[in-house]
C-alpha cells in the first residue's frame, strides 16, 4: 500500500481522560512506523505539556502550539509567538475578570493564581464534593497540576508566547472573550471538554493545524493524496481539511464527525489500534 503520513491529536484522541496514551495506541504508532509509515503529533499543547511518556513513543514531528509550532525529524523548522503587549493585554482582562488561565510558551506553563481552583471547579462540577467521582474527576488532572506547579517560580518571558488558554467561567461566557480579541487571534472554543463550555484558547490569527499541515507537506515535497489525522474537537476540523482522510473518534464533538471520513472508538477503548487495523497500516 501507500506510505501515509498521519497528524495524530493528543487530548481526546491519543491520549485517555487522564492523560495516558494506551498500549494498544503505542503498539499501532510503532508498528505503523516500522511499516514506514510517518506519523506527526499535531496538538494544541506547547512543549513542555508533551510529557515524556508521549514523546518516547517515537514520531517523525510534532505539531505544536495548535500550529505556530513545528518540528520535522528533531529539528525545528517552525516557530511563531504572541507580541508582547497583546498577551499583557490579555492577562489584564482575564485577571481583571477573574477568569482562570494559563500562559503557554516552549519555555514552561504559568497559570494564573486562581488557575488550578478554576480548573478544579470545572472538572467536578456536579459531583458531591470528596465523593468517588468528584475524586476521580480531579486526579485525572494532577499530572496538569504538577506540571503548573513545577513552573510556578518561573519568571515569564511574555515576548515568547505561545498561547493563552482560559477556563470557564459562568459569570464572563465565551461570547464576551472571542467579542473582545477575535480581530487580533484566533478564539477556540471548548478545546479541552472538561474545562466547560465557557473555556476556550486564544491564538495566533490565522495560525492553525491546517496552516501546519500545509506548511510540513510543503517541506517534505509531497501532496495530500496519502494523508491521515485524528482528532476530536472542533480545532481539528481544519486538520480534516488538510488532509485525504479524517477520522473522528467517538468521543468527538457533533461537529467533527460530520467532515470525517471515519469514527473509531475512544481512546480507551482502543480507537487508534482499531482504526490503523482497519485501514491496513499495522
Known amino acids: ?54 514523546i518516547s513513543i517515537g514520531f517523525d514531528g510534532v505539531i505544536g502550539a495548535g500550529g505556530g509550532y513545528i518540528e520535522i525529524g528533531g529539528k525545528v523548522v517552525h516557530y511563531q509567538t504572541m507580541a508582547k503587549d497583546s498577551v499583557l493585554e490579555i492577562i489584564d482582562y482575564f ?9 503557554e510558551s516552549n519555555e514552561g506553563l504559568f497559570g494564573s493564581d486562581n488557575c488550578i481552583e478554576a480548573i478544579r471547579t470545572r472538572v467536578t462540577e456536579g ?8 475524586v476521580n474527576a480531579d486526579a485525572e488532572f494532577n499530572w496538569f497540576y504538577e506540571l503548573i506547579d ?28 472571542d467579542s473582545r480579541f477575535k480581530n487580533k487571534f484566533e ?7 472538561q474545562f466547560g463550555s465557557e473555556s476556550g484558547e486564544i491564538a ?22 496519502n494523508t491521515m489525522a485524528y482528532g476530536d474537537g ?8 488538510a ?25 480507551e477503548e482502543d480507537g487508534v489500534f482499531k482504526s490503523f487495523t482497519l485501514n491496513g497500516l499495522i
Do not use: W
Open 1 to 54: 500500500m501507500n506510505k501515509k503520513i498521519i497528524f495524530m491529536d493528543i487530548d481526546g484522541t491519543l491520549c485517555t481522560p487522564n492523560g495516558e496514551v494506551p498500549a494498544t495506541a503505542q503498539k499501532a504508532i510503532r508498528i505503523a512506523r516500522k511499516n514506514g509509515h510517518q506519523i506527526y503529533l499535531c496538538t494544541g499543547r506547547s512543549k513542555p505539556e508533551i510529557v515524556d511518556d508521549i
Open 95 to 103: 485577571d481583571k475578570n477573574k477568569i482562570g488561565y494559563y500562559i
Open 127 to 134: 459531583y458531591p464534593i470528596n465523593s468517588e467521582a468528584y
Open 150 to 177: 513545577k513552573y510556578k517560580t518561573q519568571k515569564i518571558d511574555y515576548s515568547k508566547v505561545n498561547k493563552i488558554s482560559f477556563i470557564s467561567n459562568q459569570d464572563h461566557p465565551f461570547v464576551q472573550i
Open 187 to 193: 478564539i477556540y472554543r471548548t478545546t479541552v471538554r
Open 204 to 225: 495566533l490569527k490565522d495560525v492553525n493545524k491546517l496552516t501546519a499541515i500545509e506548511f510540513v507537506l510543503q517541506y517534505l515535497d509531497v501532496d495530500k493524496t
Open 234 to 241: 472542533n480545532n481539528d476540523i481544519k486538520m480534516f481539511e
Open 243 to 267: 488532509v485525504a482522510y479524517g477520522v473522528a473518534m467517538e468521543n468527538a464533538s457533533e461537529e467533527l464527525k460530520e467532515v470525517s471520513k471515519e469514527i473509531t472508538s475512544k481512546a
